[in-house]
């Protein structure tokens, strides 16, 4: 887990793509020894149905995550003499030829062992099955990826991303619970397979799955109830296709918000028509309306919703689950680390429009939008989880820590924001889900060592209520942690403003011409940060481009 | 080179020490990108209420040279006045009297182009109601109010009309110096004249602009001062008649940053 989380956070592609190789490869194996290993024709069903759900899965989160899929955009064939069907046909046919592709099939094929071990006779229901449920699964693949990249305008898109960002990150930080219930359950569940009842049920009704059932019905004598099977995935892969090929054919389906009255553009609202109430104003619009930024809000509640829901599965983690809004409340100081960066080359605003104030003004306003934006959720998803795991007694502690975690976070966040602002592409030009960031590892260790530090104070005081177990210092917890939120906000919230007191144009020549022109290095911690992930972020690009080269030589060689 | 053609082109007394008697002054800026000359020690004054066009082929360093006059980009070595008010030694003040539109850069996409005026203001410190009535003119103006209208998002503006809204943010908040890059680039001919028209009347109120282009008509017809700009340096700089010294604008561009002779031979093949 951690090996992964490394390598995911290096982002490395190379190193990334052999990892994902190997894993790939792994899982292979895994699913064929497991179909083979099935003691019963009962359980190997119930395994396998389990297991090609998951591929179904895993094919769905896969490319926005390694955003392999996105290689190809639509927008680089635009001028060539193609009707867009056929583009669209090209992209999807190319979504085929891959090696993790390759490896969905060779997965998908275990249904073969089952078929051989049924009624040999069956196994061209299976070959043919397989290759139907691999089609199902490499076109939801594509389509996924499609509706996210070509329609992150729509806020289920949004939400579906958040999911899987979620989960991978929910893996990545709490990876050990996985595992201790993953430990504790596999064997049984290889050797017993899955309890018969709703979850089996709910795992027969989907496509991945019919070629099993069809095998089986074959092995029954019903063939003609095999081939119906096999005929529905059929459409349904037709559907899926056709699907994919009309998202292709309008990808821009323009995200119109409500029709507005001119009397309201400069209108009241409640905030202040200060200098800061106008940032916040502005952040608060673009938290809700860009999908980048909606994208990481909406990750950091599945973040801790997902922890949530790992922790009450295993019996000795539940009471962990009272703690998932605590995880939102962190994951501020993730989704707010780049601020500047998502802004992009807009940066040149704060630049020419600064005066005595408006650096403070500027970092205290997305401060207290990060708060606005956050706050709500991590209240929300304590709830659901202190409600689902009836853990009441975790209620002062959270009062305590959620209010100092998101004030440091949200420190922590303008502070790295500034000082390691990573582009990406701008904001113009952003069309797949890893746009909006350039290389920000740097800066989820720097926000985890920042909001570390700063929430210690809190973090001292809930280790003596829980010690004392008296209610005065339950109280007294919560005042420090208040206190300490508002402390680490400002403070760091403070470090910020000197440095971007001076460095404004530095931050804005990161973006626009990806280097800094300054004749005398910072020198100490902050100039440190702001030269290695300027160095990282020069890099990246470097071997982006490396590789954009590569591959030009070589369709030139072809 | 470049002092010697400024003062012997534009026949006018070379630059006083008195730095405040220019609107828009530029002295000896510099830029290098690693070991490429960008700007080279560019000299330029902008005399108070001028509409000054700066022209120059693709690359000669108009942009770099104008985002190192507003503030956004560091010189190498130079310095940049605004009414005498040294941009990188006292920004604040400077930035105060200056309005920027600078070319190809983002804006806050997600706002509306009325939400993004009223940012502005009010981020620009204006009253409340001066900023609610200043945005609505500014939009009903330069016929963004439809789209205002419709809830379009900045994002999702056209290139011309993406001009538009950035001319406006320039304007809020009442600049003397207007610093405008390629402000006509995609702007229909309407549009083109109801922003020559209040480009005038900033002039005709004692405010200056600067703007810079690469199409030589389009600064002929509205600038009273040029200067021919290429590979980093002015060439030639004064009043259109001083500049063009009887020929067109074109012409005196060609002849100073030359053009490649075309060969008979070449592109034959072009009429089919």
Redesign the interface.
């Known amino acids: 887990m951690i090996a992964l989380k490394f390598t995911i956070l290096r982002n490395t592609s190379a190193g990334l793509r052999r990892a994902g190789w190997i894993a790939g490869a792994v899982l292979v194996v895994a699913t064929w020894v497991a179909a083979v290993i099935a003691p019963t024709d009962q359980v190997r069903h119930s395994v396998l149905a389990l297991i090609f759900a998951v591929w179904a899965v895993g094919g769905m989160v896969g490319p926005v995550l390694t955003s392999g899929a996105g290689v190809l955009r639509a927008e680089y064939f635009t001028l060539l003499p193609l009707g867009r069907a056929a583009v669209a046909r090209a992209l999807l046919v190319s979504n085929f030829v891959s090696i993790a592709a390759g490896f969905v099939l060779l997965a998908l094929l275990a249904s073969l062992w089952h078929a051989a071990t049924l009624d040999p006779l069956t196994i061209v229901l299976a070959v043919l099955g397989a290759l139907l449920s691999w089609v199902f699964v490499i076109t939801l693949s594509r389509l996924v990826y499609g509706l996210l990249g070509a329609a992150m305008r729509s806020r289920l898109g949004i939400e579906i991303a958040g999911v899987q960002w979620g989960i991978l990150l929910a893996a990545m930080f709490a990876g050990w619970m996985i595992v201790s219930v993953a430990i504790t359950s596999i064997p049984a569940l290889l050797i017993q397979g899955l309890p018969v009842g709703p979850i089996t049920l709910v795992l027969d009704a989907i496509p991945t799955s019919w070629p099993l059932l069809a095998i089986e019905a074959g092995t029954a004598g019903a063939w003609g109830e095999a081939l119906l099977l096999l005929l529905a995935l059929a459409a349904l892969d037709v559907v899926l296709v056709a699907a994919t090929l009309a998202i292709r054919d309008d990808p821009v389906v ?1 995200r ?7 009397g309201l ?3 009241g609202g409640i905030l202040p ?3 800061t ?3 916040i ?2 952040e608060l ?2 938290w809700r ?2 999908p980048w930024r909606a994208l990481e809000s909406s990750t950091a509640v599945w973040t801790g919703a997902v922890i949530g829901i790992f922790a009450l599965l295993g019996s000795s983690t539940a009471p962990v689950a009272a703690f998932s809004g605590l995880i939102v409340a962190f994951m501020l100081g993730l989704s707010g680390c780049n601020l500047y960066g998502q ?4 940066v ?2 704060n ?6 104030t ?1 650096v403070r ?1 500027d970092v205290r306003g997305r401060q207290w939008a990060l708060i606005l934006v956050f706050l709500p959720r991590a209240i929300v998803v304590s709830v659901v989880f202190l409600v689902l795991g009836q853990s009441w007694w975790a209620v002062p502690y959270l009062v305590a820590a959620i209010p100092a975690t998101l004030g440091a976070a949200a420190g922590a966040a303008v502070l790295t924001s500034a000082l390691g602002v990573s582009p990406g592409v ?3 030009r952003r069309v797949g889900p890893n746009d909006a960031n350039g290389n920000i590892s740097l800066h989820i260790w720097v926000v985890i060592f920042a909001v570390t530090i700063t929430v210690a104070p809190t973090a001292a005081v809930i280790v003596w209520a829980a010690a004392s177990e008296s209610p005065l210092v339950a109280v007294l917890a919560a005042v420090v942690g208040v206190l300490n939120g508002f402390a680490a906000a400002w403070l760091l919230g403070g470090i910020t403003i000197r440095y971007l007191g001076t460095h404004m ?2 931050v ?2 990161r973006i ?2 990806g280097r800094v ?2 004749e005398d290095p910072d020198a100490g911690v902050l100039g440190w940060i702001a030269q290695s992930t300027l160095k990282a972020e020069q890099t990246m690009h470097d071997a982006k481009q490396k590789e954009r080269d590569q591959k030009l030589a070589k369709t030139a060689g072809r | 080179m470049t002092d010697d053609s400024a003062s012997t082109l534009t026949g006018q007394s070379p630059p006083t020490s008195e730095s405040s008697g220019w609107a828009l002054e530029l002295r000896g800026l510099r ?1 290098l ?1 690693g070991d490429k000359v960008a700007v080279n020690d560019l000299d330029l004054q902008v005399p108070h209420g001028s509409f000054f066009g700066m022209v120059g082929p693709n690359g000669a360093g108009k942009t770099t040279a104008l985002s190192m006059a ?5 010189p ?1 070595a130079g310095a940049a006045f605004v009414h005498g008010v040294d941009v990188w030694s006292d ?2 003040e400077a ?2 009297r ?1 309005g ?1 539109l ?1 070319d ?9 182009g ?2 993004l ?9 204006l ?2 109601d001066v ?2 009535a200043r ?2 003119e500014l ?1 009903r103006v330069l016929e963004l ?1 439809e789209a ?6 900045v ?2 503006y056209s290139t011309g009309m993406r001009k538009k809204i950035g001319l406006a ?1 320039a304007l809020l908040h009442t600049p003397r110096v207007l610093v405008l890059d390629e402000p006509y680039e995609a702007i229909d001919p309407v549009s083109a004249r109801v922003l020559t028209r209040i480009l005038r009347r900033f002039t005709d109120g004692g405010g200056s602009v600067v703007i810079s282009s690469h199409v030589m008509a389009l600064v002929e017809q509205l600038c009273d001062r040029v200067a021919i700009v290429a590979e980093g340096a002015v060439l030639a700089t004064g009043t259109l008649d001083e500049v063009r010294a009887g020929a067109s604008l074109e012409d005196r561009f060609v002849e100073l940053v030359g053009a490649p002779e075309p060969e008979e031979t070449e592109l034959t093949w072009i009429a089919g």
């Open positions: 323009r119109r918000g409500r029709p507005r009255s001119l553009v400069a209108g028509a200060t200098q109430g106008a940032v104003l502005k619009r673009q309306r860009d802004d992009g080359s807009a040149w605003q630049v020419v429009g600064e005066d005595e408006s003004s701008d904001p113009r144009v530095d804005f020549s626009r011409y022109f300054r | 830029r990108f507003v503030g956004l980009l560091r190498s920004p604040v930035k105060r200056l920027v600078p190809g850069l983002a804006l806050p996409e997600r706002l509306t009325g939400e005026l009223t940012y502005w203001g009010r981020f620009r410190k009253p409340r900023v609610a945005s609505r939009l109010d205002e209208q419709l809830g379009t998002l994002g999702e943010t």
